[in-house]
């Protein structure tokens, strides 16, 4: 019996106790939920209906409590129900209502954990957004990591998801990139507020091999040239490498072709009949202290040029235009000043800027060898790099660390640690799960063991009590992925794959022997420990799906 099932065998005990007693059944709800007590040895689930109900229908919550309990021990599957405190109901199933999850996990394969908590929600979701005038580093590396995690949570949990990179294409960072690459062609030294390291001497060879007769041009046809190829080579990098990370997105957005398409006057005109622009000495604001921002905000200078903040205000609107109800935007921990006059921007568009757009932050990455961070990369020059963090650790350790800690938290990745075959490697511990559960498997094939159809497992005979506790840690599957979702927090899935099902697989496989011994005869009980050690790898395998890890079969 899965949580969910039990929810509803605890609503129909309900409605019968309130039909019984002549109770308004208008008070109940049309759905609940059951919970796994913090103490092990109060039950297998907890209920708190009695107290949710005991006001609105005025009866004492110990006595609505005690009608509920005598119903719900004559449902199937529920072995005891005892009433706590003022009334909690803590619910024992029997071990055939329990052991069935085993088959029902098995059967779902890798659909179980999905849900429709969010169906009907359409979120633009829009991480890393690197500028093009250099690799990834290592803060960008976090949210593609966190990121793409959260992007297979929300479809996980029925959201209609768009995933967007905003390639920050047009600006003054692209005049100091360009003029980078083309004193790296001159051999001159990078100009003071350019970008230096191996890369941009790199990117300018290669824009010279594609554009030969770039060297016989005059120094602005020549800088034109490094930013329109230097540009989309960077691009091409860029989306090369998070591709190699596992990290692919629905939408590249170009910066420059919300000025190109004219949408940066779009959002003014739609800003001004808004009323919310004015003109002061001869540049045009927007009023975003009306809505708490600490100051009002330029949108175009007096010299004409746009601001920043008015291609963000373009982008907005044009997430919205395209029928994103929630705009979602990971950034950095010195970004966090933009949510101010990001949530303002939303309410001077006429949206509500706590449903209709969303601010995330990330804190700082430390990569440390020898318990010592790393400063330098050898290609960048001044920050680590994607590629650093994958070749010192790999793709599945790289994505499991950034995405095991809370994105508003700091974190610190020691090489060391993240390379060891050893427990103590989180990855490594949660991994060796995936390959054991599939080696069992496979060794069990070998000597003939096979789960057999549905209809001859056997449930009941899964009684013994780290049997019991692997089973409560698969059924929480499900919440966790609708709770990982709806908070935004892919944190809790790694979490919960270590400290819920790892765990409690290596105490069952220490505990209840799977394969028959030598000589032994094939029972019934070896195979229903087979149908719990496939559903272990499920459960497995789907976490560590959402997270962007492989599942290995062998290690």
């Known amino acids: 019996m899965t949580p969910a099932e039990l929810a509803s065998v605890v609503l129909a005990a309900a409605h019968a106790v309130f039909e019984q007693r002549g109770l308004d059944r208008a008070a109940l709800p049309t759905s609940t939920v059951v919970e796994r007590p913090r103490n092990p040895e ?3 689930y907890a209920s708190t209906l009695a107290l949710q109900l005991s006001k609105k229908v005025g009866v004492p919550p110990r006595e609505l409590a005690t009608a509920l309990a005598d119903e719900l021990g004559r449902a199937a599957g529920v072995k005891s129900v005892e009433i706590a405190g003022p009334g909690f109901l803590n619910i024992r199933l029997d071990a055939a209502a329990a052991g069935q999850l085993a088959r029902v996990i098995v059967e779902a394969g890798a659909e179980y954990g999905r849900s429709d908590r969010l169906a009907g929600e359409k979120i633009n ?27 297979r949570l929300l479809r996980a949990t029925g ?15 692209i005049d100091r990139f360009a003029r980078s690459l083309l004193a790296a062609a001159k051999g001159e030294p990078a100009p003071e507020d350019g970008y230096g390291g191996a890369y941009i001497a790199e990117i300018a060879t290669e824009v010279q091999a594609r554009r030969p007769e770039v060297r016989s041009l005059d120094d602005d046809a020549a800088q034109e040239v490094f930013r329109v190829e230097g540009v989309a080579l960077m691009f091409d990098e860029i989306r090369s490498s998070l591709r190699d990370f596992g990290v692919e997105f629905d939408t590249y957005f170009n910066e420059k072709d919300l000025h190109d398409r004219g949408e940066l006057d779009l959002a003014l005109n739609r800003l001004r009949a808004q009323g919310h622009l004015y003109e002061s000495e001869g540049a045009t604001w927007l009023r975003t202290t009306d809505f708490g921002d600490d100051k009002d905000r330029v949108l175009r200078k007096s010299n004409g040029e746009w601001t920043y903040f008015a291609a963000d205000c373009a982008y907005y609107l044009d997430k919205r235009e395209r029928g994103f109800e929630r705009v979602v935007i990971m950034l950095g921990a010195d970004h966090h000043g933009y949510i101010g006059r990001m949530k303002a921007m939303a309410a001077c568009f006429g949206d509500d800027p706590e ?7 990330g804190q700082l990455v430390n990569l440390l060898r020898d318990g010592a961070p790393m400063r330098m990369s050898k290609r960048a020059g001044t920050v680590i790099t994607l590629e650093d963090l994958v070749d010192a650790i790999g793709v599945d350790a790289a994505r499991y660390a950034l995405a095991r800690y809370s994105s508003d938290s700091p974190i610190d990745i020691d090489i060391e640690l993240w390379t060891r075959a050893t427990r103590d490697n989180p990855v490594y511990y949660v991994q060796y799960v995936a390959a054991r559960t599939a080696g069992v498997a496979r060794n069990a094939a070998e000597v003939g063991l096979v789960p057999g159809d549905a209809d001859a497992f056997r449930p009941e005979l899964l ?3 780290k049997e019991n506790e692997l089973l409560k840690a698969l059924a929480e599957f499900p919440a966790v992925v609708a709770t990982a979702a709806e908070l935004r927090e892919p944190h809790r899935v790694a979490r919960y794959l ?24 094939v029972t019934d009980l070896h195979r229903a420990r087979l149908w719990l050690n496939n559903a272990t790898r499920t459960v497995i395998a ?11 079969e062998r290690m």
């Not at 905003?166 to 600006?171: E, I, M, R, V």
Request: hydrophobic fraction near 40%; glycine fraction near 12%.
């Open 125 to 151: 979701l829009e991480f890393v957004s690197a500028n093009p005038t250099g690799p990834v580093h290592i803060g960008g590396v976090r949210w593609a990591a966190v990121g793409d995690a959260l992007s």
């Open 355 to 361: 449903r209709n757009l969303e601010i995330l932050i």
């Open 498 to 521: 270590e400290e819920g099902v790892a765990a409690s697989y290596h105490r069952f496989y220490d505990n209840c022997r799977v394969l028959p011994l030598g000589d032994e005869e």
């Open 42 to 44: 109060h039950g297998d």
């Open 542 to 552: 789907n976490g560590l799906h959402l997270l962007g890890v492989s599942a290995p």
């Open 159 to 173: 959201a209609d998801v768009g995933t967007e990179y905003y390639f920050n294409d047009a600006g003054s960072q």
């Open 463 to 465: 009684a013994h009590e």
